[in-house]
């Protein structure tokens, strides 16, 4: 049971420089999630998408885009990446109805933007 | 605006201590409060949650205890262990019509205990 899978772990971008994190879950799970993990800021939704199909902005979109490949992929991409985006990045999926609401987080991945 | 605010930041105890986290929360459409706990290096794993239909869960040795009226929700862990030491995050959300669940988080506390 791989549950919810992200890549890459660790990543050192320049300021300026682009990529993609990289999400999939294989518990059938409608709803996907980012989150950012920054000490004494607790875990803040970038984006989230709800169902296939559809992504709507968390607390803090600015400077990120998604894309909800299929049920099971939800990526994370920084076109331009900043130093204010070093962070510890974690994506996480749930049922959209039913069940206990219980949100199922990747291991997360660990970006540093010099 | 902070939806969730959690207290303390840090937490020390002693083994066989009770741990005490608490939450207070402004939106009262919230309906769903879960306790996540992460260990270093991993992500939050859900610890036990509470609906507002009830003033306390107990799980083992976690309980929640809920005040609707005050808006405020607690974590009490008793004898706390060792491997207990990680980081708590109180949690809320409206699950509005039974769909997305999405939550808002507190800022964490991080717990220790000493053997």
């Known amino acids: 049971n791989a549950g919810v899978t992200q890549t890459p772990k660790f990543q050192v971008l320049k300021t300026g420089q682009s990529m993609t994190l990289q999400c999939a879950q294989d518990?059938?799970?409608?709803?996907m999630y980012w989150y950012r993990q920054d000490p004494g800021m607790g875990l803040r939704l970038i984006y989230y998408?709800?169902?296939?199909?559809?992504?709507d902005k968390g607390e803090v979109p600015n400077g990120y885009n998604v894309s909800r490949l299929n049920k099971r992929e939800f990526s994370l991409r920084l076109e331009s990446a900043a130093p204010s985006q070093t962070s510890v990045y974690f994506c996480?999926?749930?049922?959209?109805?039913?069940?206990?609401?219980?949100?199922?987080f990747g291991e997360g991945s660990r970006l540093t933007v010099l | 605006q902070q939806q969730v605010k959690q207290s303390p930041q840090s937490l020390i105890v002693q083994k066989g201590g009770i741990s005490i986290i608490n939450c207070a929360y402004e939106?009262?459409?919230?309906?769903?409060f879960p306790w996540y706990q992460q260990f270093p290096g991993k992500g939050p794993a859900l610890l036990i949650a509470?609906?507002?239909?009830?003033s306390e869960k107990k799980e083992g040795r976690f309980t929640i205890s809920f005040n609707k009226s005050a808006k405020q929700f607690s974590l009490h862990i008793m004898d706390s262990q060792p491997g207990d030491s990680a980081t708590y995050f109180c949690?809320?959300?409206?699950?509005?019509?039974?769909?997305?669940?999405?939550?808002?988080f507190g800022k964490g506390t991080l717990l220790t205990v000493n053997p």
């Open positions: 996480a999926s749930s049922y959209l109805t039913g069940g206990t609401g219980e949100l199922f």
């Open positions: 518990m059938n799970h409608n709803s």
């Open positions: 939106n009262t459409a919230f309906d769903y």
């Open positions: 509470i609906r507002p239909d009830v």
């Open positions: 998408s709800a169902s296939e199909g559809t992504t």
């Open positions: 949690a809320a959300s409206m699950s509005s019509g039974g769909s997305n669940y999405k939550l808002t």
